[in-house]
């Protein structure tokens, strides 16, 4: 069995192109949901969008790139240019997306340029190519001329050629098949203690650029001179420290350089939310930085998203609580109001600190440590049985169409995050409601503040050995 805390190796692939040719509409197709607003104007994309899919067993994440606001052609291809190069240097594949009715433009010229002298894999999507007779219509010879190599007509809109586009980039790429999830097995084992996660603890500093990030980081490094080493990091940015605290090493990446890299980055914000996707990947804990003066809005319910989206253990740490303190805030009144804007995040820990005095910073550290003890922590299962049995006896599931839905058995599947599958007779029948339910009678149970995971399957009936008829 593979390690249950080992960080799913996720290829970054950039779509990148002029506006209006559909990046947009074929991000939302690859990434299998309507996750980006989809209109027919230049420009709509304010924001980089970023999403995680899986494509036959293996793991990627796709990000759509945009923000541009073109005043003049001249303006138009040097923005182009500048996301084009913010996507290449974090992407482990670019996809250039073409209009394949309107063929080769200037700027489709400008960008691929720029691409070829970036040595990632470079793949042309020839978009809008609706059917068989638009792909015989349209000038194809001249996309590739590009000199990327096979070229792909897709039609974004009616997922025509999409498939075959991913599945190039995949083989390109030679990324592994993933092994299926604990929860989704055949037969799901219980966990052993030999595949208990072990070791250090990885713990991501992440951030909207300007809640302080910098300023808490080198607090956190630099109290008590505790470093020991510094390593590099897996993207260009981000500073992976080794760190030990009160005899635990937590292995910190620092997210706070992101905005450094030149001026271009420091003028795009959703810069950090890319970065921080590759970070959040690698950890176990997320120390997500929010400004107490400005907390809860978009940006921090992005990335507070993402860590809820990947599962990871997290510590909300309120920075420049002594500015606040100064206005009048208190701790309570500000855990209530940012829980009720961000509810999916309400079993986190807060913390309240300042970077700037140094306050209540190695708490974060502290927290963390008690974070993964749950997060890597193994239940017993008659405990888990037992806590069960009393969930049924206090509040039964609702009734299936007037049939009793009963929960036979519970065991742990996987760890970080703790996984468990509920063996039921309907499992269908258990709603959302009841779900929450169980789950916060077993945060409560054992204390939980870490993401878990509940699965309810239906259990098999096991066949019985035919009987002897007596002659």
Same mark, same amino acid.
């Given at each position: 069995?593979s390690?249950?805390?080992?960080?799913? !190796?996720?290829?970054?692939?950039?779509?990148?192109?002029?506006?209006?040719v559909?990046?947009?509409?074929? #991000?939302?197709?690859?990434?299998?949901?309507?996750?980006?607003?989809?209109? =027919?104007?230049?420009?709509?994309?304010?924001?980089?969008?970023?999403?995680?899919?899986?494509?036959?067993?293996?793991?990627?994440s796709?990000?759509?790139?945009?923000?541009? &606001?073109?005043?003049?052609?001249d303006?138009?291809i040097?923005q $182009?240019?500048?996301?084009?190069q913010?996507? /290449?240097?974090?992407?482990?594949?670019?996809v250039?997306?073409?209009d394949?009715?309107?063929?080769?433009?200037?700027?489709?010229?400008?960008?691929?340029?720029?691409?070829?002298?970036?040595?990632?894999?470079? #793949?042309?999507?020839?978009?809008? $190519?609706?059917?068989?007779?638009?792909?015989?219509?349209?000038?194809?010879?001249?996309?590739?001329?590009?000199? #990327?190599?096979?070229?792909?007509?897709?039609?974004?809109?009616?997922?025509?050629?999409?498939?075959?586009?991913v599945?190039?980039?995949?083989?390109?790429?030679?990324?592994?098949?993933?092994? *299926?999830?604990?929860?989704?097995a &055949?037969?799901?084992?219980?966990?052993?203690e030999s595949?208990?996660?072990?070791?250090?603890?990885r713990?991501?500093?992440?951030? %909207?650029p300007?809640?302080?990030?910098?300023?808490f /980081?080198?607090?956190?490094?630099?109290?008590?001179?505790?470093?020991v080493?510094?390593? !590099?990091?897996?993207?260009? =940015?981000?500073? =992976?420290?080794?760190?030990?605290?009160?005899?635990q090493?937590?292995?910190?990446?620092?997210?706070a350089?992101?905005? %450094?890299?030149?001026?271009?980055?420091?003028?795009?914000?959703?810069?950090?939310?890319? %970065?921080?996707?590759k970070?959040?990947?690698?950890?176990?804990?997320?120390?997500?930085?929010?400004?107490?003066t400005?907390?809860?809005?978009?940006?921090?319910?992005r990335?507070?998203?993402?860590?809820?989206?990947?599962? +990871?253990?997290l510590?909300i740490?309120?920075?420049?609580?002594?500015?606040?303190? @100064?206005?009048?805030?208190?701790? =309570?009144?500000?855990?209530?109001?940012?829980y +009720? @804007?961000?509810?999916?995040?309400?079993?986190a820990?807060?913390?309240?600190?300042?970077?700037?005095?140094?306050?209540g910073?190695? @708490?974060?550290?502290?927290?963390?440590? @008690?974070?993964?003890?749950?997060?890597?922590?193994?239940? !017993?299962?008659?405990?888990?049985?037992?806590?069960l &049995?009393?969930?049924?006896?206090?509040?039964?599931?609702?009734?299936?169409?007037?049939?009793?839905?009963?929960?036979?058995?519970?065991?742990?599947?996987?760890y970080?995050? *703790?996984t468990?599958?509920?063996?039921?007779?309907? !499992?269908?029948?258990?709603?959302? *409601?009841y779900?929450?339910? /169980?789950?916060?009678?077993?945060?409560?149970? #054992?204390?939980?503040?870490v993401p878990?995971?509940?699965?309810?399957?239906?259990?098999?009936?096991?066949?019985?050995? *035919?009987?002897?008829?007596?002659?």
């Amino acid at each position: 069995m593979s390690a249950p805390n080992a960080p799913v !190796p996720r290829a970054l692939v950039a779509l990148v192109g002029r506006p209006n040719v559909g990046k947009s509409t074929l #991000f939302n197709r690859i990434a299998g949901r309507r996750a980006a607003i989809v209109e =027919d104007v230049p420009g709509v994309t304010r924001d980089r969008n970023y999403a995680d899919f899986l494509f036959e067993g293996r793991a990627l994440s796709v990000v759509d790139t945009g923000g541009f &606001e073109p005043e003049s052609r001249d303006r138009l291809i040097a923005q $182009v240019r500048q996301q084009a190069q913010l996507a /290449v240097e974090e992407a482990s594949a670019v996809v250039l997306v073409v209009d394949g009715r309107e063929g080769l433009s200037p700027v489709d010229s400008s960008v691929a340029d720029l691409l070829r002298r970036a040595g990632k894999p470079l #793949f042309v999507a020839v978009n809008k $190519v609706d059917t068989a007779r638009t792909e015989e219509e349209i000038p194809l010879a001249e996309f590739f001329r590009l000199g #990327f190599g096979e070229v792909h007509t897709v039609s974004a809109e009616h997922g025509r050629g999409v498939g075959e586009l991913v599945e190039a980039i995949v083989a390109k790429l030679a990324l592994p098949e993933l092994p *299926p999830p604990p929860e989704d097995a &055949e037969e799901p084992e219980e966990v052993s203690e030999s595949d208990r996660p072990k070791g250090d603890i990885r713990l991501a500093i992440v951030g %909207r650029p300007n809640v302080g990030k910098s300023t808490f /980081v080198n607090a956190l490094l630099g109290t008590e001179r505790f470093v020991v080493s510094d390593v !590099p990091g897996t993207t260009r =940015d981000a500073i =992976d420290s080794l760190v030990e605290h009160r005899g635990q090493r937590f292995v910190v990446t620092d997210t706070a350089g992101i905005r %450094r890299k030149s001026a271009i980055a420091q003028s795009v914000e959703a810069y950090s939310v890319v %970065r921080a996707m590759k970070a959040i990947d690698r950890a176990e804990v997320v120390a997500c930085l929010l400004d107490a003066t400005e907390a809860g809005v978009e940006q921090d319910a992005r990335l507070l998203g993402l860590v809820a989206e990947k599962a +990871k253990a997290l510590v909300i740490v309120v920075n420049k609580w002594d500015v606040a303190e @100064r206005e009048g805030a208190t701790q =309570d009144w500000y855990r209530k109001e940012l829980y +009720k @804007r961000l509810p999916f995040v309400s079993f986190a820990p807060m913390l309240f600190v300042s970077a700037k005095e140094g306050r209540g910073v190695t @708490r974060v550290l502290e927290r963390a440590a @008690r974070l993964v003890e749950q997060y890597r922590a193994r239940f !017993p299962t008659p405990a888990l049985n037992e806590l069960l &049995e009393t969930i049924q006896e206090e509040h039964p599931a609702p009734l299936a169409k007037g049939h009793p839905v009963k929960l036979y058995y519970v065991a742990q599947v996987a760890y970080a995050p *703790p996984t468990f599958v509920i063996q039921c007779n309907r !499992p269908e029948a258990i709603g959302e *409601p009841y779900r929450r339910f /169980v789950e916060n009678r077993f945060r409560d149970a #054992f204390g939980l503040e870490v993401p878990m995971r509940l699965v309810f399957r239906e259990r098999k009936r096991r066949s019985r050995p *035919p009987s002897k008829r007596r002659g």
